[in-house]
C-alpha cells in the first residue's frame, strides 16, 4: 500500500506520543546530496543546526 496514511498509521502505532513539526513526503529515493540539503534546510529553519554532526555540509551554511 502507497497511501501517505497507511505509513502514517503505521507509524503512530508504533510511536504514539510523538510529536510532528514538520512532514516531508519524496515521492521517489533522493541522492544523499538532495537528503543533506533537506536535512540542512530543516535545521536551520527550526533552529536545529547544533544537531547537525559535524561533518554535515550545511551545520554553518544554509542551503537557502
Keep these: 500500500n502507497n497511501s501517505p496514511f497507511a505509513f502514517c ?7 504514539p506520543n510523538i510529536e ?5 513526503w519524496m515521492a521517489a529515493n533522493i ?3 538532495d537528503m543533506f540539503k533537506v536535512e540542512g534546510y530543516l535545521a536551520w ?4 543546526t547544533g544537531n547537525l554532526p559535524a561533518g554535515h555540509t550545511y551545520k554553518t551554511l544554509p542551503t537557502f
Design 31 to 33: 541522492s544523499d546530496a
Design 20 to 24: 510532528y513539526g514538520e512532514f516531508v
Design 9 to 15: 498509521d503505521a507509524f503512530y502505532a508504533t510511536y
Design 45 to 48: 529553519k527550526w533552529g536545529l
